[in-house]
T-cell receptor, first 113, second 115 residues
């Protein structure tokens, strides 16, 4: 089965609100996680990453939280804007692995005006 | 522009045919990864090359093959095409071997339609 997955396929939020996108992983050997954003017609674009020795990392308007106890990853986007509308993927890399990132199926974030 | 260049952007072909997708990695990146993205399977890792050598294989069919050339560009060859091969094919590159050590930078993708 797939190691990384997302709880909700679609998330709709009001412009200006905060959004939280969740991701579950099952491989305890995963030591590196990335969130990607994919806009229509484009390739995935790096947003933020976090290593397993951290539980929180902040970027510009985005925060990633990692809970290793329950193998859960979340992406928080503050004050969402129309440009945040996209599909968001979490991805993991297994410690010592050179076999590429394993991606979840993605959550489509829709920003309502 | 991510710095990863993929051609062609769109390709329409018939079942049984063969196509080649091309990728130029970001300047300085030695690793190239190929992913397939379809509606029902999400992003699936196909294969990885590092400095001209195959490093890892994912869910790549035997009908598919790839290589990385001395100038570090890569080609993904898809043969005996089937309707189910219709998908977006992404190339990504990174500096290091292990994906966890460096962020993968993705190209804009090649959309393959098999009729």
């Amino acid at each position: 089965g797939e190691s990384v997955g997302l709880h909700l396929p679609t998330l709709s939020v009001q412009e200006g609100d905060n959004s939280i996108i969740n991701c579950a992983y099952s491989n305890s050997a995963s030591d590196y996680f990335i969130w990607y954003k994919q806009e229509s017609g484009k390739g995935p674009q790096f947003i933020i990453d976090i290593r397993s020795n951290m539980d929180k990392r902040q970027g510009q308007r985005v925060t990633v939280l990692l809970n290793k106890t329950v193998k859960h990853l979340s992406l928080q986007i503050a004050a969402t804007q129309p440009g945040d509308s996209a599909v968001y993927f979490c991805a993991e890399n297994i410690r010592g692995g050179a076999d590429g990132l394993t991606f979840g199926k993605g959550t489509h974030l829709i920003i309502q005006p | 522009d991510s710095g990863v260049t993929q051609t062609p952007k769109h390709l329409i072909t018939a079942t049984g045919q063969r196509v080649t997708l091309r990728c130029s990695p970001r300047s300085g990146d030695l690793s190239v990864y190929w992913y397939q993205q379809s509606l029902d399977q999400g992003l699936q890792f196909l294969i990885q090359y590092y400095n001209g050598e195959e490093r890892a294989k994912g869910n790549i069919l035997e009908r598919f093959s790839a290589q990385q050339f001395p100038d570090l560009h890569s080609e993904l060859n898809l043969s005996s095409l089937e309707l189910g091969d219709s998908a977006l094919y992404f190339c990504a590159s990174s500096v290091s071997i292990a994906a966890g050590a460096n962020v993968l930078t993705f190209g804009a993708g090649s959309r393959l339609t098999v009729l």
